[in-house]
């Protein structure tokens, strides 16, 4: 499927907030994409599909991957809006039509990250977290200076102040995103 085709299925799929950030994220994942020698094609499929599940229901999630064989850890249980990344892979293939297989992992862990990701995995995880519609987190511009200077310095400090947010809300910390950011913060 063609990605204007794809946009337009997205705008009837998704809300208007979330089509604004799914266009932004598409952008940008572009804009490093380029700065960094990536795949760009790659970059726009990835953004533009990131959060094609983001809009359904948490019950039907949990209901849907449970259809498919996907599995649901634990952190997903409780927190089902986390499975739009493994489900959003998933629509990306059978509803959308993409077959790169690292586009579709991107997807995957866009939300919680993991260790050992690739140029596009991080691109999109920086890309969703940075977009010009982002406007909430802190040191946003630290992080989107870093994000075209070094990848994994801007992974590092996303993920350090993710933990940092969800320390002091009181959040439930996916055990993926502890793992990915001690991952990261031994490769410096």
Do not use: W
Not at 19 to 26: I, L, S
Not at 35 to 40: I, S, V
Not at 120 to 143: G, H, M, S, T, W
């Amino acid at each position: 499927m063609k990605r204007l085709e794809i946009e337009k299925k997205l705008k009837k799929a998704l809300d208007k907030e979330r089509f604004t950030h799914t266009m932004g994220v598409m952008y940008t994942a572009a804009s490093l994409a380029m700065a960094h020698g990536a795949d760009l094609e790659q970059a726009l499929y990835a953004g533009l599909l990131h959060d094609c599940a983001k809009c359904i229901p948490n019950r039907k999630k949990i209901k849907i991957c449970k259809k498919h064989g996907i599995h649901i850890s634990l952190s997903e249980e409780r927190n089902p809006f986390l499975l739009h990344a493994k489900l959003g892979a998933y629509f990306a293939r059978k509803r959308y039509g993409v077959k790169d297989k690292e586009i579709l992992h991107a997807i995957q862990v866009h939300t919680t990250g993991e260790p050992g990701m690739n140029v596009l995995d991080k691109i999109l995880y920086i890309a969703d977290y940075i977009e010009p519609n982002r406007n909430k987190a802190p040191d946003l511009a630290e992080v989107r200076r870093l994000a075209f200077e070094d990848l994994d310095k801007a992974m590092l400090k996303i993920l350090s102040d993710t933990l940092d947010y969800l320390n002091e809300r009181g959040g439930e910390l996916d055990p993926m995103t502890m793992k990915t950011y001690k991952y990261f913060k031994k490769e410096r």
